[in-house]
């Protein structure tokens, strides 16, 4: 029973909180016609693989339009989230950018505030 009860909480949270629809912070600061800044869709993949010559790691994609999340942080916090794997400087440079710039709401982009450094 209780396994029946998670898949509906999971399917239900998903479609609600996870699942992407483009709007116009999508292509903020983009030219007409840019793809989605977010990456959506996603390229689908069927199963997990590493990928040696850039050291990553690609996990199952079924539906291109869905967040990368834990299905039980999911349903027990019943809040969205985008779970990424941080395996190189880059990313990690990348990501702590983006974290901050968003808890601080600067109104300055990145690119803007490394001009004026």
């Not at 479609?15 to 709007?23: G, I, N």
């Not at 959506?40 to 967040?67: A, G």
């Amino acid at each position: 029973e209780w396994n029946k009860l998670f898949q509906y909480e999971h399917k239900k949270l998903g479609e609600k909180v996870q699942r992407h629809r483009c709007k116009g912070v999508c292509f903020k600061g983009r030219p007409p016609g840019s793809p989605c800044r977010f990456g959506y869709p996603h390229d689908l993949e069927d199963k997990s693989c590493f990928e040696p010559d850039t050291n990553s790691i690609y996990l199952p994609v079924l539906e291109p339009d869905v967040n990368y999340h834990n299905p039980y942080i999911l349903v027990f916090t019943r809040h969205n989230h985008d779970l990424k794997c941080i395996l190189s400087e880059k990313s990690a440079k990348a990501a702590m950018f983006y974290i901050s710039d968003y808890i601080t709401k600067n109104p300055l982009s990145t690119g803007d505030m490394l001009t004026l450094m």
